[in-house]
């Protein structure tokens, strides 16, 4: 099955930091790319699709870029409720796997 | 509003059987495909099955494959996944959610709230 490996696992930042969070495919995927953000006790919240498309709602300090096999989370300036885990997700293949996330902490 | 209810999580022994349901509300359930997600305690997320609008299109995750169905019922809004031989690995939250296919896009972008399904004698 397609991989995706997510860098950092973990990772401390504070509040007004610029965060990125890498996803790379064991294979080619095109855009098709999507990313989450969870918190704990609640459902993902989609954040990114087609690898840099902003879901409605979400708001602009988040961005994605990449295509192929590596791709990138921006959090241009973090605030108190982005600290969460995000999670990659890659649509080329069945099985339609995840990333194994990465926790943003303080 | 918008939204998925799971229900039928519960607290099974090992080799038994157990069927969630998903109601879906506040969209046009039967025009889209459907999924499973599960999250095993402080784990996380696995994709488990796919089923499309009208029924058809079912894939599943290895881990689940010849063991878990999924189905859906458009007449109830309702998407379900019977669940046999459990194991103590499948313990985890189960999320439903709607994948979302516009043109090329695909993304999963209304999930249910999960529940809880614990395999354990």
């Known amino acids: 099955a397609l991989q995706l490996t997510q860098s950092p696992s973990s990772l401390s930042a504070s509040v007004g930091d610029r965060v990125t969070i890498t996803c790379r495919a064991s294979q080619d995927i095109s855009s098709a790319l999507a990313w989450y953000q969870q918190k704990p006790g609640k459902a993902p919240n989609l954040l990114i699709y087609d690898a840099s498309s902003l879901e409605s709602g979400v708001p602009s300090r988040f961005s994605g870029s990449g295509s192929g096999t590596d791709f990138t989370l921006t959090i241009s300036s973090l605030q108190p409720e982005d600290f969460a885990t995000y999670y990659c997700?890659?649509?080329?293949?069945?099985?339609?796997?995840f990333g194994g996330g990465t926790k943003v902490e303080s | 509003e918008v939204q998925l209810s799971e229900s039928g999580g519960a607290l099974v022994q090992p080799g038994g059987s157990l069927r969630l349901s998903c109601a879906g509300s506040g969209f046009t359930f039967r025009n889209y495909a459907m999924i499973w997600v599960r999250q095993a305690p402080g784990k996380g997320l696995e994709w488990v099955s796919v089923?499309?609008?009208?029924?058809?299109?079912?894939n599943y995750a290895e881990s689940v494959e010849g063991r878990f169905t999924i189905s859906r019922d458009n007449s109830k809004d309702t998407l379900y996944l019977q669940m046999n031989s459990l194991r103590a690995e499948d313990t985890a939250i189960y999320f439903c959610a709607k994948y979302a296919t516009v043109g090329v896009s695909r993304y999963f972008n209304l999930w249910g709230q999960g529940t809880l399904v614990t395999v354990s004698s």
């Open positions: 997700q890659q649509f080329k293949n069945f099985p339609l796997t």
């Open positions: 089923i499309g609008s009208g029924g058809g299109g079912i």
